[in-house]
C-alpha cells in the first residue's frame, strides 16, 4: 500500500449552478493511510437555493465573509500535488470544473477514480445494480460520518477506495486500466424517449428524467443517457437520481414556469430524497467528463 497515493474530493453547492461551490473538502491519502484533511466553506457570491441548504445546512450566513472560490482553489492545489484524485461520481469533478471555468482558474490536471465505479466492481452483489451512493457504502461498511459535509463525505470517499485496494491488491493503475465490458445498443422501453441504461456505463443503476425543449432531439439526449448507464424513464419518482432541465419549462430551479416534473423533483426533495436538478448544459458538460 506504499503506492497507494491520492487524495479524495468533496463539495456542497449553493444552488442548482454545479459551480456554486460553498463548502470543499480534501481528505489526502498517502502510502494507503489517510495523512491529512482540509476542509472549507466558500462564498460562492450567489443565492442559496432553500432545497439545498436543507441537504447540507450551509446557509448564506455561514459564508458571509468566507473567501470566494479564487482564493481556496489555489491552497487546495498545494495539497492536491501530484496524485490522482477520486471522487464518489464525478458529480464534484463536474462541480469543480465549472467552478474553475467560472473564476478563470485552470482546473487540476491529474487522474481521477470514480469511487462509485470502485464500489460497484469491487462488491457486485452488494453495489453491482444499485445501492452505491455514498451513504448506502458507508452504511454496509459501518462507517459513521456526517452526511453532505464536504470534509467527511472526502474521507468516506478516501475510505471506500483504500478498503477496495487492500482487499483486492489492485493498485490504482489498476482501476484505470482495467477493461469495460462490451457496450450494447439501447434498449426499448415502450416510447421512444425511455431506455434501459448500459451495464458498462459509469453511471449504471442511476435514472434520469429530461423536461424541457432540448437542444437535441429528446431521442439523442436518451441514446446518449444510455452510454453512461442511465436508465431513461418518462416521470419522476423516487426511483430517479437525475432530473436534466431544457431551456423551457423549468430552466433553472429557481427560475418562474416550472415543469411539472420539476415541481414534483422538488417535493421529492424537500421529502429528503436524494436527486439532481441540472440544466442541459451541465448534463452535456458532464457527459464530456465522463467521456474525457
Known sequence: MRDLNFTAIDVETANSDPGSICQIGLAVVRQGK????????????TDFNPRNTMIHKITVDHVAG??????VFPRALEIFGEHAIASHTLFDRNALGIACEQADLKMVEADWVDTAAVARARWPQRFGRSGY???????AFGIEFRHHDA????RVCAEILIRACKETGLTLEDWFSRPKP??????????????DGDPAGP??????????DLSVPREEAADIAHGLGLCVKGSVSRKVSLLVVGSSGGR????????????RAETLISEGHDM???????FFRLVREYSA
Open 34 to 45: 489517510l495523512a491529512n484533511t482540509f476542509v472549507s466553506l466558500v462564498d460562492p457570491g
Open 66 to 71: 468566507e473567501p470566494r472560490f479564487a482564493e
Open 133 to 139: 451512493g455514498l451513504k448506502a457504502v458507508a452504511k
Open 151 to 154: 470534509g467527511e463525505d472526502a
Open 182 to 195: 462490451p457496450r450494447k445498443r439501447p434498449e426499448f422501453a415502450g416510447k421512444k424517449v425511455r431506455r
Open 203 to 212: 453511471l449504471f443503476g442511476m435514472a434520469v428524467v429530461f423536461t424541457g
Open 252 to 263: 433553472r430551479p429557481e427560475w418562474p414556469e416550472k415543469s411539472s416534473k420539476q415541481l
Open 276 to 282: 439532481i436538478v441540472m440544466s442541459e448544459t451541465d
